[in-house]
C-alpha cells in the first residue's frame, strides 16, 4: 500500500506541475536519515519540509534557466509590473512558461495598456509546462506547446466604477460575462449539443463575488486589439457575443468549438 501510494503521489505531482514527481523522487533519497527521529509528526513534517525546499529551489532556480533550452521562457512572477500573474498558483505549479515571441508580444501589449490606461495592469492566466511539447496542462486541451497563453478580462469595481486589478474568480476562470439579451449565446448552443463540459467551471467556481466586479469593455477590447495587431500571434479566442458587444474586427478573433470551455471569462492568444 506504501508503494502504491507512493506512484499515486508522483503522477499526481507530475500532472499538476510536471516536475513535481520528479522533485518528490529526489526528496525520497534524503528520507532515510530522517526516520531516525522517532516522533511521528517531527519525522513528517521534515519530510514535508525537504520536499518543500527542493521543489522551491529547483521551481524558482533551476527550471527557469532549463526551460529556455527547450524554447520556452518564463512569464514575470513578481505581482508588480505591467504583466503579473492572477494568482501566484500559477508560476508556483509551473504553469507560466511560453515561446519567447509570445512572451515579448504578451510584455508589449501590457505596456501599451500602461501607456494607454495609466496604472493597468494585464494579469495572465495559464500558459504552458517548462518542457516537452505534446505533455498536456490539465484541464487545457491545447496548452502544450510553449505557444498558448490565457489572460483574465479586465473589470472595475461595481460599487466605485475605478479600475481594478482583481478578478471575480480566484483562479480567473469560470465566472463569466454571459449574453445579454438579443446576443448569441453560443453557451446554451454548446449545451443543447450535449457537451456538457462547455459550462462546467461555472457549476464549479464560485460566484459570490461577481456583483462586486464589472466587466470593462473598453480596456479588454484594446488589450484584444494590441495583441492581434502583433504578427506573431494566429489566433485569439473569446466569446463570440464578447466579440460583437466590443466591436471587434479582427479576423484573427474566432469562436474557439463547442469542444473546448466558454471564453467569456478570460482571453486565449496562441502563436502562428
Same mark, same amino acid.
Given at each position: 500500500m506504501k508503494l502504491l501510494g507512493k506512484i499515486i503521489l508522483f503522477?499526481?505531482?507530475?500532472?499538476?506541475?510536471?516536475? +513535481? #514527481? @520528479?522533485?518528490y523522487m529526489l526528496a525520497i533519497t534524503c528520507y532515510p536519515f530522517l526516520n531516525?527521529?522517532?516522533?511521528?509528526?517531527?519525522? +513528517? #513534517? @521534515?519530510?514535508?519540509?525537504?520536499?518543500?525546499?527542493?521543489?522551491?529551489?529547483?521551481?524558482?532556480?533551476?527550471v527557469p534557466r532549463i526551460a529556455p533550452e527547450f524554447g520556452r521562457v518564463p512569464l514575470p512572477i513578481t505581482t508588480k509590473g505591467n504583466l503579473k500573474p492572477l494568482t501566484?498558483?500559477?508560476?508556483?505549479?509551473n504553469r507560466h512558461y511560453v515561446r519567447p515571441e509570445l512572451e515579448k508580444s504578451a510584455q508589449e501589449a501590457a505596456i501599451k495598456m500602461q501607456e494607454k490606461f495609466p496604472g493597468t495592469s494585464v494579469n495572465y492566466l495559464d500558459a504552458n509546462f517548462p518542457f516537452m511539447n505534446s505533455f498536456p496542462l490539465i484541464p487545457h486541451l491545447s496548452h502544450n506547446d510553449g505557444k498558448k497563453l490565457d489572460l483574465a478580462f479586465l473589470y472595475d469595481d461595481?460599487?466605485?466604477?475605478?479600475d481594478t486589478h482583481e478578478a471575480p474568480s480566484f483562479i480567473g476562470y469560470g465566472v463569466c460575462e454571459d449574453p445579454l439579451i438579443g446576443e448569441e449565446n453560443t453557451a446554451a448552443f454548446c449545451a443543447q449539443k450535449g457537451y456538457w463540459q462547455y459550462n462546467l467551471l461555472t457549476?464549479?467556481?464560485?460566484?459570490?463575488?461577481?456583483?462586486?466586479f464589472t466587466f470593462d469593455a473598453q480596456r479588454t477590447g484594446a488589450l484584444v486589439n494590441f495583441l492581434a495587431a502583433h504578427?506573431?500571434?494566429g489566433k485569439i479566442f473569446i466569446e463570440p457575443h464578447?466579440?460583437?458587444?466590443?466591436?471587434?474586427k479582427s479576423d484573427k478573433i474566432r469562436?474557439?468549438?463547442?469542444?473546448?470551455?466558454?471564453h467569456d471569462d478570460h482571453i486565449h492568444v496562441q502563436l502562428k
Open positions: 503522477l499526481l505531482l507530475t500532472v499538476i506541475t510536471q516536475i +513535481g #514527481g @520528479l522533485v531516525k527521529f522517532q516522533n511521528r509528526i517531527v519525522r +513528517g #513534517g @521534515l519530510k514535508l519540509g525537504v520536499f518543500l525546499v527542493l521543489y522551491s529551489l529547483i521551481t524558482f532556480v533551476l501566484i498558483l500559477t508560476p508556483l505549479l461595481s460599487q466605485t466604477g475605478i457549476a464549479v467556481v464560485p460566484q459570490k463575488h461577481k456583483n462586486n504578427e506573431e500571434i464578447l466579440k460583437k458587444r466590443i466591436g471587434l469562436f474557439h468549438g463547442c469542444q473546448a470551455v466558454r
